[in-house]
């Protein structure tokens, strides 16, 4: 079965770090560009950043950049964001996701965790 | 950055209605468009890719349309499953930005 599973959200202080992680299952990881997606509570969805299978290109929602950096380790189908000098608006569910690349560079996220909570607070 | 907006913002509808939500992006996006589906406390759903391709597994009630700037989405017979929010994604260019959603519920 093809899945996602994020990890390692919580409570953390303003100008804290955290590093979430996403672990897959069932399809060949390394292929495909992976995302990160972002909800607040009751809000809509932000798209954060993602990274080519071989991790040779990466972007980044203004937002974030300099802060967020994502990454990979294809050896252990797993992904990765470290976030430092995290803000109350960093507050939100933080999925990882698959895009699926259609053709002509169509491509869509097609598979979702369930999503990890990240809370930024004092 | 590509800006989505998305009408009407919400809608109340009832089963067996035919329901049409719009999305608008800023800029010409070609057929860059994604549309997914999100119920409450799980993760979103794609439906639509290319502006009008079915996702694999979703039911043929859903059909997508538009191209450039402006894009609809279409359930032709709303069933009770379907009561969510929806959300268009333009895939166009990096940020890949969403739309606000369209909350459907129950009239």
């Known amino acids: 079965e093809v899945q996602l599973e994020e990890s390692g959200g919580g409570l953390v202080q303003p100008g804290g770090s955290l590093r979430l992680s996403c672990t897959a299952s069932g399809f060949s990881f390394s292929i495909y560009w992976m995302s990160w997606v972002r909800q607040t509570p009751g809000k809509g969805l932000e798209w954060v950043s993602n990274?080519?299978?071989?991790?040779?290109?990466?972007y980044y929602v203004d937002s974030v950049k300099g802060r967020f950096s994502i990454s990979r380790d294809n050896a252990k189908n797993s992904l990765y964001l470290q976030m430092n000098s995290l803000r109350a608006e960093d507050t939100a569910v933080y999925y990882c996701a698959r895009e699926e690349y259609f053709w002509n560079g169509f491509r869509g996220m097609d598979v979702w965790g369930r999503g990890t909570t990240v809370t930024v607070s004092s | 950055d590509v800006q989505m907006t998305q009408s009407p913002s919400s809608l109340s509808a009832s089963v067996g209605d035919r329901v049409t939500i719009t999305c608008r992006a800023s800029q010409t996006i070609s057929a860059y468009l994604n549309w997914y589906q999100q119920k409450a406390g799980k993760a979103p759903r794609l439906l639509i890719y290319a502006a009008s391709r079915l996702q694999s597994g979703v039911p043929s009630r859903f059909s997508g349309s538009g191209y450039g700037a402006d894009f609809t989405l279409t359930i032709s017979s709303l069933q009770p499953e379907d009561f969510a929010t929806y959300f268009c994604?333009?895939?166009?260019?990096?940020?890949?930005?969403f739309g606000p959603g369209t909350k459907v519920d129950i009239k």
């Open positions: 994604q333009q895939s166009y260019s990096h940020p890949f930005t």
């Open positions: 990274i080519k299978g071989d991790g040779s290109e990466k």
